[in-house]
């Protein structure tokens, strides 16, 4: 069965103390792997599609990163203004769904 | 629109009530997906449009779900005899590209956060 697990459940930072997020999949065909950001009372929006092992993707303090079992989301000198959840979501065979993980909350405190 | 608007944003309901969730997606984006969102766990799907194809129903849990898209446009999400467990925050998401490409990138609204009491 296709699966998505994100780690850890919650990650508490002080503000420009660098850290990752660890996604691991089993997503058969992986297609492509996703993160979003979701901001309490939002919707997840879209951060990053990686496609294939080594392939690396930055914005601002955040970079992405795949291997062929999982993702790293590494945060660099995070702001407060960086605190949500974190979802990844893996993209399987073609017309299958997007499945996603349970997200990562991170909070970042100055 | 700018975005995905979803209404309403709040839905309490009485178990055993009927319930309409309602999506205007982005214009021109012919992929449109429902997801449910419960407390702790990942986004579920329920269903997915395109265009005028005949729709994914395969993450429905039950036949109380049922979801149509109007026009290639709105949706509309019915929940019949709603119960307990149906309590979620339900999304909708919108895409330009059909979920066979490989950009699946996803413009999500903010939510309707349904209670049953």
């Known amino acids: 069965e296709d699966q998505v697990t994100q780690s850890p459940e919650a990650l508490r930072l002080q503000e420009g103390e660098s850290s990752s997020l660890n996604c691991s999949y089993t997503?058969?065909?992986?297609?492509?792997l996703f993160w979003y950001r979701q901001d309490p009372g939002k919707g997840p929006e879209f951060l990053f599609t990686?496609?294939?092992a080594g392939e690396e993707k930055e914005k601002e303090r955040l970079k992405a990163t795949l291997t062929k079992k999982e993702s790293f989301l590494h945060i660099t000198a995070p702001k407060p203004e960086d605190s949500a959840t974190y979802l990844c979501?893996?993209?399987?065979?073609?017309?299958?769904?997007?499945?996603f993980g349970k997200g990562t909350t991170l909070s970042v405190s100055s | 629109g700018a975005g995905v608007s979803q209404s309403p944003s709040n839905k309490v309901t009485e178990k055993g009530k009927d319930v309409e969730l309602r999506c205007d997606p982005i214009?021109?984006?012919?992929?449109l997906y429902w997801y449910r969102q419960s407390l702790g766990q990942g986004l579920e799907f329920l269903i997915y449009?395109?265009?005028?194809?005949?729709?994914?129903k395969s993450g429905l849990p039950s036949d109380r779900f049922s979801a149509e898209r109007t026009g290639g446009s709105v949706s509309t999400l019915t929940i019949q005899r709603t119960q307990q467990e149906d309590s979620a925050v339900y999304l909708c998401?919108?895409?330009?590209?059909?979920?066979?490409?490989?950009?699946?990138?996803?413009?999500f609204g903010s939510g309707t956060q349904l209670s049953v009491l």
């Open positions: 998401a919108s895409s330009h590209y059909p979920r066979q490409g490989v950009n699946e990138k996803l413009f």
């Open positions: 997503v058969s065909g992986l297609r492509g």
């Open positions: 990686l496609y294939s």
């Open positions: 979501a893996g993209a399987g065979q073609a017309g299958t769904a997007l499945i």
């Open positions: 214009s021109g984006h012919t992929a």
């Open positions: 449009f395109q265009g005028n194809s005949a729709p994914d």
